[in-house]
């Protein structure tokens, strides 16, 4: 397979689901005016696992937050199956690092239906009913439908919340470092499963994280940002790692050559000093 980032190969869509065009995003502080990303501009298209890759800071949150509709841009746009993305809505579900994203009085049941009463999916709680249950077992949490949050383990807590996202059928599915609160084992199996479920659903993700592996296990399309303000430094094509292991060489190959263009500037510097 080619090095174009293009959609899935076989898939023929006729339009990207979100188009990110030119997207300036900044901040205004009584003090000072800090532009989070210049002109960053990137495709996605249905049933991607499109993952934004790059150090703390180059405004991968800030770019999620402007798909979400909660931050505007000063420059370019943002569109969703065509139509300008100006506020929040229930076509765009965002699932976060932390947490305490649950309601804490409800359990896992209720912060589904909640989710699902609220977002306008469901008017009839006996669907919405259905449909939580549903998602829990797709999350592999059937023996804790009526548990309260505080008893579930950090994994447990992240498995809720990706249920109660996918229950809502967004169109895209926002995911904010969804697992990197998480131990370092749990993290994989969540990867895991994560890729189960998309095996299921063929849903479509837009995927934060600051782990080159974690792009590489997670995403089918990677772009990979420069440090502040983020600009697109590349886009890059994951396909070829599907149904392979962590450890192959292809993955390890497409490891490196990410490591390498984040860390550009300073391998030129350590070139100066002799090593090995
Ligand atoms: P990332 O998610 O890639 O770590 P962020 O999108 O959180 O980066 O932040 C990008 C830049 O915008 C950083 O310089 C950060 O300090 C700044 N920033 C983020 N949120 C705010 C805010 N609410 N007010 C002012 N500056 C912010
Ligand atoms: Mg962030």
């Known amino acids: 397979m080619g090095e174009s980032a293009q959609p899935a190969a076989g898939a023929t869509p006729a339009a ?26 990137f495709q996605v298209y249905a049933a991607d696992r499109f993952v934004l890759l790059g150090p703390s800071g180059c405004g991968k949150s800030t770019l999620l937050k402007g798909v979400a509709g909660y931050l505007k841009p000063v420059e370019g746009q943002m569109r969703l199956k065509g139509r300008e993305i100006t506020e929040p809505g229930p076509d765009r579900v965002m699932v976060f690092q932390e947490f305490d994203q649950l309601l804490p009085w409800k359990t896992v049941k209720q912060n589904i239906t909640f989710a699902l009463m609220n977002g306008g999916r469901c008017t009839n709680r006996r669907e919405a009913d259905e449909i939580a249950v549903e998602y829990i077992r797709k999350v592999k949490l059937d023996r804790f439908e009526d548990t309260y949050p505080h008893m579930l383990s950090g994994g447990m807590k992240q498995r809720v919340a990706i249920a109660r996202g996918m229950a809502m059928e967004p169109d895209i599915l926002l995911m904010d470092e969804p697992f990197a609160a998480l131990d370092a084992l ?19 993700v837009l995927f934060v994280t600051h782990s080159i592996e974690e792009a590489c296990i997670v995403g089918s399309r990677i772009l990979v940002l420069s440090p502040h303000p983020g600009q697109v430094k590349a886009e890059l094509n994951a396909h070829h790692l599907e149904h392979h292991n962590v450890g192959d060489e292809d993955f390890a190959q497409l490891q490196r050559k990410i490591h390498d263009m ?12 002799p090593h090995g």
């Open 16 to 41: 990207p689901l979100l188009e990110v065009d030119g997207v300036t995003l900044q901040y205004k502080t009584k003090e000072h005016l800090i532009t989070a990303t210049y002109r960053v501009g």
């Open 186 to 204: 749990t993290r994989r199996q969540m990867q895991d499963e994560l890729l189960a479920l998309w095996e299921d659903t063929h849903f479509t």
């Open 262 to 273: 984040l860390f550009a500037d300073r391998i030129l510097e350590e070139e100066a000093s």
